[in-house]
């Protein structure tokens, strides 16, 4: 059923709520960001829709932004272009905050309450066992495109998959540093921020209600079949891991 039958109302333009955290992402391949403003040693995340090394987001976003019939009958809220990213582990953030000792956890409230400002590598919630900025070295890995899912009623992904051999294994690799991320948290805050699998994906949007997301099955398969065909041959590379902050879900930023 379609939720609009005004005809002068064509869709709905989401307003994200604050969600504050900080996560590894991959980088995103070449000029993708830009000065967070006020804050100017933070530089934010911009993904241009005009940047060569981003057609594959590029042809995501082309599609998914166009998904009418998510938009009017299943409330999906498609992300901006700009903020498209990998994310490769989650750290702390406001959902997983209230698992944490209480001690710790008032600590981490108050800095997640302080962000951007807040981000800074040398305070302790992001450090390694050896004191430095925790982060994941790799080497440059390709993906490819591999389906669009449903997530628990609430998001819209787009699945990846390496694109060759080589890649396989640089994957292989990032997913055991993040095993030990996951086990360093565990050991000081008694909790694993991330997920023990790593399912590598592009968020494209969410859906803004579960209920009406539970039916959203069908939509979201035809989505993917128009999708494949432009999603074919094109590959996504990148070259680097760093910590990002973010204060919601089109909002971004690394250390400049």
């Not at 939720?3 to 989401?14: A, D, R």
């Not at 760093?242 to 930023?253: A, Q, R, V």
Request: charged share 30%; proline share 6%; aromatic share 12%.
């Amino acid at each position: 059923m379609n939720m609009i039958s005004n005809p002068k109302v064509q869709g709905f333009v989401p307003v994200w709520a604050p969600f504050k955290g900080f996560s590894l992402l991959f980088d995103n391949p070449g000029d993708s960001c830009s000065r967070l403003s006020d804050f100017p040693r933070l530089a934010k995340m911009d993904c241009r829709y005009d940047r060569p090394e981003l057609s594959f987001y590029r042809t995501l976003w082309d599609v998914g932004s166009g998904a009418s019939e998510l938009v009017c009958s299943y409330l999906f809220c498609p992300l901006p272009l700009h903020s498209y990213h990998v994310t490769v582990w989650d750290g702390i953030n406001d959902f997983n905050v209230r698992r944490l000792p209480e001690g710790e956890r008032a600590e981490a409230e108050r800095w997640l309450q302080g962000l951007p400002g807040s981000f800074d590598p040398e305070h302790g919630l992001l450090a390694g066992r050896g004191g430095e900025p925790i982060g994941i070295r790799m080497d440059p890995i390709e993906f490819e495109f591999d389906r669009l899912e449903k997530w628990n009623n609430a998001s819209i992904v787009a699945r990846l998959k390496p694109a060759d051999s080589r890649s396989e294994d640089v994957l292989r690799g990032i997913e055991e540093e993040r095993e030990k991320l996951n086990q360093l948290f565990e050991e000081r805050f008694g909790i694993a921020t991330a997920s023990k699998s790593y399912r590598p994906h592009v968020s494209i949007g969410y859906l803004g209600n579960k209920e009406l997301g539970e039916k959203a099955e069908e939509a979201v398969r035809r989505l993917n079949e128009r999708m494949e065909p432009g999603m074919s041959g094109l590959r996504l590379r990148f070259a680097g891991i760093s910590m990002y902050g973010m204060s919601d879900m089109e909002t971004f930023f690394k250390w400049a």
